[in-house]
């Protein structure tokens, strides 16, 4: 139940949706692509992405200085789809 309202809340908030969006589009994506593809400060990126790490639902991957974004809770990768199938039906 909590993990839902969790969930939810975070996915409320046009930035971190939009940032959640790219980066499932993109599979695994670096800050500064994401900023661009998002078309957000990298700052705010950052925060964003802050903020999602630490709630679990996107998961980092380093390489070398690069660190890269992933999508890291199943249930909010299941969410997305559906997030996309509405969205390309409008
Ligand atoms: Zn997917």
């Known amino acids: 139940m909590h993990a839902w309202v969790t ?3 975070l996915l409320a908030d046009p930035t971190r949706l939009t940032l959640l969006l790219c980066i499932h589009a993109a ?3 670096c800050v500064s692509d994401l900023a661009v593809a998002a078309g957000l400060k990298d700052t705010t990126t950052s925060q964003a992405l802050r903020l999602l790490r630490a ?3 996107v998961a980092t991957q380093r390489a070398g200085r690069v660190v ?3 999508l890291a809770d199943e249930t909010v990768h299941a969410l997305l789809h559906e997030v996309v199938g509405h969205a390309a039906r409008l």
Do not use: K, W
Request: charged share 35%.
């Open 27 to 29: 599979g695994e994506i």
């Open 68 to 70: 890269r974004y992933r």
């Open 55 to 57: 709630q679990g639902l």
């Open 7 to 9: 969930r939810f809340a």
